[in-house]
């Protein structure tokens, strides 16, 4: 059932048209002219307006422009006389969703109503799944409880909306991809296409193509016509990563289609207009390579309108915990893992050098390899320092998967470390460890690999060790 107005002069055809859509099951309100129709229309809240064109004072045209007006979802069907079929084609130029001829047939009714209320049913559904996924689409997607993560994502949430330039800075790892991804995201372009390209991947003979498309046949091999990157992202966002790598030549181009906004297709017969938001990211200090003549200055100063620069994750220790839970979420969905304390104070102390990335390529292998569902210091041991690996130790080769190896060789001589028994008083064993690292260095002049096959272990173990250790 729906509710629709209708409004006609003619109050004998008037209740004849209420009475068949009331048989349909809808609830109908009458106006005999249009301008009382108009002040329904804002108090009745109808479904759908069937209204006569021809009415003194306000007329089924002015009825439709004003129903527009208050909501253009809402379908307007148009009654007309024979000889006006004009009239009704003007109508539905102006956005009339159909038109009935007087005297009208009952059937055509019903079905043109029915059609009239199914479209505006789907337009409505659209819009809300559109507004649904535009609410899916401004999450942002970055973990952050650190003061200066919340600075970074102050300034996205500020330059989203606009079409400024951004660099985005910072070691590989930091997020400059996401931080890319939440600018288009919470911007006008949501919906249009979300374009990354390495710059520094692709081969430099290859790039401009890429970038910039080609003709088929503009060169060998180029049996199909290619948009490229910047018409894919026509009406979105395109991602200059590790933008420093871009050889000269082609920063000349980009250069171009920064100020003109249009592309030179390889093979083309002309420019062809791009409308695209440009954000760049690079791990490199640009500043520097435009003072060394590596990198064109007037690019470098078009690209850094709006500068980001992200902390690495050593700077910004507090949102290791947050990153960490949102990598277990991800790792393992639907599970409820636990992180003991110890563990997290681990993570905390770690410098990171491959920062987030390398946080969850760690919170994947110790998802995969716990040994419960609370994941500890000794399972961040275990994963890092005792398998998956396979070592030598003496003439027997051991295999370790999730456990720590146990030595199958011949045992050393007893009391290497002791000559006697162990002291009576309290022994600390990471302090002896730590001695023992730094002895075996002394030994080897400080030559880690030596001193690792030295100790038996993987040269990476001992750098582990010795950063766990502070020994320098």
């Given at each position: 059932?729906?509710?629709?107005?209708?409004?006609?002069?003619?109050?004998?055809?008037?209740?004849?048209?209420?009475?068949?859509?009331?048989?349909?099951?809808?609830?109908?309100?009458?106006?005999?002219?249009?301008?009382?129709?108009?002040?329904?229309?804002?108090?009745?809240?109808?479904?759908?307006?069937?209204?006569?064109?021809?009415?003194?004072?306000?007329?089924?045209?002015?009825?439709?422009?004003?129903?527009?007006?208050?909501?253009?979802?809402?379908?307007?069907?148009?009654?007309?006389?024979?000889?006006?079929?004009?009239?009704?084609?003007?109508?539905?130029?102006?956005?009339?969703?159909?038109?009935?001829?007087?005297?009208?047939?009952?059937?055509?009714?019903?079905?043109?109503?029915?059609?009239?209320?199914?479209?505006?049913?789907?337009?409505?559904?659209?819009?809300?799944l559109r507004d649904r996924l535009r609410e899916e689409h401004r999450r942002m997607p970055l973990v952050h409880v650190s003061p200066a993560m919340e600075r970074v994502v102050a300034a996205i949430r500020r330059l989203a909306p606009t079409d400024a330039t951004v660099l985005i800075t910072g070691e590989s790892g930091t997020g400059k991809e996401l931080v890319a991804q939440a600018l288009h995201n919470l911007s006008d372009r949501w919906d249009a296409p979300f374009v990354a390209i390495n710059c520094a991947a692709i081969p430099h003979d290859l790039m401009e193509s890429e970038l910039f498309g080609h003709e088929r046949g503009a060169f060998t091999g180029a049996v199909r016509e290619k948009p490229g990157k910047f018409r894919q992202a026509h009406r979105g966002t395109l991602l200059l990563?590790?933008?420093?790598?871009?050889?000269?030549?082609?920063?000349?181009?980009?250069?171009?289609?920064?100020?003109?906004?249009?592309?030179?297709?390889?093979?083309?017969?002309?420019?062809?207009?791009?409308?695209?938001?440009?954000?760049?990211?690079?791990?490199?200090?640009?500043?520097?390579?435009?003072?060394?003549?590596?990198?064109?200055?007037?690019?470098?100063?078009?690209?850094?309108?709006?500068?980001?620069?992200?902390?690495?994750?050593?700077?910004?220790?507090?949102?290791?915990?947050?990153?960490?839970?949102?990598?277990?979420?991800?790792?393992?969905?639907?599970?409820?893992?636990?992180?003991?304390?110890?563990?997290?104070?681990?993570?905390?102390?770690?410098?990171?050098?491959?920062?987030?990335?390398?946080?969850?390529?760690?919170?994947?292998?110790?998802?995969?390899?716990?040994?419960?569902?609370?994941?500890?210091?000794?399972?961040?041991?275990?994963?890092?320092?005792?398998?998956?690996?396979?070592?030598?130790?003496?003439?027997?080769?051991?295999?370790?998967?999730?456990?720590?190896?146990?030595?199958?060789?011949?045992?050393?001589?007893?009391?290497?470390?002791?000559?006697?028994?162990?002291?009576?008083?309290?022994?600390?064993?990471?302090?002896?460890?730590?001695?023992?690292?730094?002895?075996?260095?002394?030994?080897?002049?400080?030559?880690?690999?030596?001193?690792?096959?030295?100790?038996?272990?993987?040269?990476?173990?001992?750098?582990?060790?010795?950063?766990?250790?502070?020994?320098?």
């Amino acid at each position: 059932m729906a509710r629709i107005l209708l409004i006609d002069d003619d109050a004998s055809l008037r209740e004849v048209l209420a009475y068949t859509l009331r048989e349909q099951g809808h609830e109908v309100e009458m106006a005999a002219d249009g301008t009382a129709g108009l002040i329904l229309l804002e108090r009745a809240v109808p479904d759908a307006v069937i209204t006569d064109l021809k009415m003194p004072g306000v007329d089924g045209l002015e009825v439709l422009r004003r129903t527009h007006d208050i909501d253009a979802t809402l379908p307007v069907i148009v009654l007309t006389a024979f000889g006006s079929i004009e009239d009704a084609v003007a109508a539905m130029r102006d956005g009339a969703h159909d038109y009935l001829t007087k005297p009208y047939n009952r059937d055509e009714l019903r079905l043109t109503v029915e059609k009239a209320l199914e479209k505006r049913r789907l337009v409505l559904e659209n819009r809300t799944l559109r507004d649904r996924l535009r609410e899916e689409h401004r999450r942002m997607p970055l973990v952050h409880v650190s003061p200066a993560m919340e600075r970074v994502v102050a300034a996205i949430r500020r330059l989203a909306p606009t079409d400024a330039t951004v660099l985005i800075t910072g070691e590989s790892g930091t997020g400059k991809e996401l931080v890319a991804q939440a600018l288009h995201n919470l911007s006008d372009r949501w919906d249009a296409p979300f374009v990354a390209i390495n710059c520094a991947a692709i081969p430099h003979d290859l790039m401009e193509s890429e970038l910039f498309g080609h003709e088929r046949g503009a060169f060998t091999g180029a049996v199909r016509e290619k948009p490229g990157k910047f018409r894919q992202a026509h009406r979105g966002t395109l991602l200059l990563d590790e933008v420093a790598d871009l050889a000269a030549e082609l920063q000349t181009k980009l250069l171009r289609v920064i100020e003109t906004r249009m592309v030179d297709p390889v093979g083309g017969t002309g420019p062809v207009p791009v409308d695209v938001r440009i954000v760049a990211a690079t791990n490199a200090d640009l500043g520097s390579r435009v003072a060394e003549g590596r990198f064109r200055g007037d690019l470098y100063y078009r690209l850094n309108v709006i500068p980001i620069h992200l902390l690495p994750l050593r700077e910004r220790p507090d949102d290791i915990p947050a990153l960490w839970e949102q990598f277990v979420e991800r790792f393992a969905p639907g599970v409820k893992l636990r992180t003991s304390p110890g563990l997290v104070r681990a993570l905390m102390r770690r410098s990171w050098p491959g920062n987030a990335r390398e946080l969850a390529n760690l919170c994947q292998r110790l998802v995969l390899l716990r040994t419960s569902d609370e994941m500890t210091e000794e399972d961040l041991w275990m994963v890092e320092e005792g398998g998956p690996s396979i070592s030598l130790a003496g003439d027997a080769a051991i295999e370790c998967i999730g456990e720590a190896p146990v030595a199958t060789s011949k045992p050393g001589k007893p009391g290497v470390l002791f000559p006697g028994d162990l002291p009576e008083e309290r022994l600390s064993l990471p302090d002896l460890e730590r001695e023992l690292i730094v002895r075996a260095l002394d030994k080897h002049g400080g030559n880690k690999s030596r001193a690792a096959t030295y100790l038996g272990v993987p040269r990476h173990v001992l750098l582990y060790r010795m950063e766990k250790f502070g020994i320098g």
